[in-house]
């Protein structure tokens, strides 16, 4: 991965991490690694009394990039981030409700972030 694609995802992270506390969500891991990858952030969220893991991919789009940021999520990276929750789900001994959100973030040329989106409980 080059310099500038790592600082712009960095940034994108940061942005997400920050959009899902705004939200309400408790930030319980960044860039969490297993066999099956990474996920970019593992959240919890209280949602009507019960309470959620949420496992969030991060898509950074930059002007250069065409697409929509979801339009990076195909299935495979699906089954990723299930068999990755589930990892984390085992090490932590958690047995709640859990859910896979994404988070798109738009950013110009010069660095600046235009928009973000977030997408909850992605699924296919």
């Known amino acids: 991965m080059k310099v500038n694609n790592r600082k712009t995802g960095n940034k994108g992270e940061g942005v997400a991490a920050e959009l899902l506390r705004s939200k309400g969500y408790e930030i319980l891991a960044r860039n969490y690694r297993a066999k099956y990858g990474e996920v970019d952030i593992v ?3 209280v949602i ?8 969030v991919e ?8 065409y697409g929509e940021p979801w339009e990076m999520i195909n299935k495979h990276k699906l089954k990723q981030i299930t068999q990755m929750g589930h990892l984390w789900c085992m090490e932590n ?19 600046d972030v235009t928009k973000v989106e977030h997408w909850e409980n992605v699924q296919m």
Not at 48 to 55: A, N, P, R
Not at 58 to 65: A, G, H, R, S
Not at 93 to 111: E, F, Q, S
Request: hydrophobic share 40%; aromatic share 10%; charged share 30%.
């Open 48 to 55: 009507k009394g019960e309470i959620y893991t949420v496992f």
């Open 93 to 111: 001994h958690y047995h709640g409700l859990l859910r896979i959100d994404v988070v798109g973030v738009w950013v110009d040329a010069g660095g």
């Open 58 to 65: 991060v898509k950074t789009k930059t002007e250069e990039m």
């Open 43 to 45: 959240a919890k969220r």
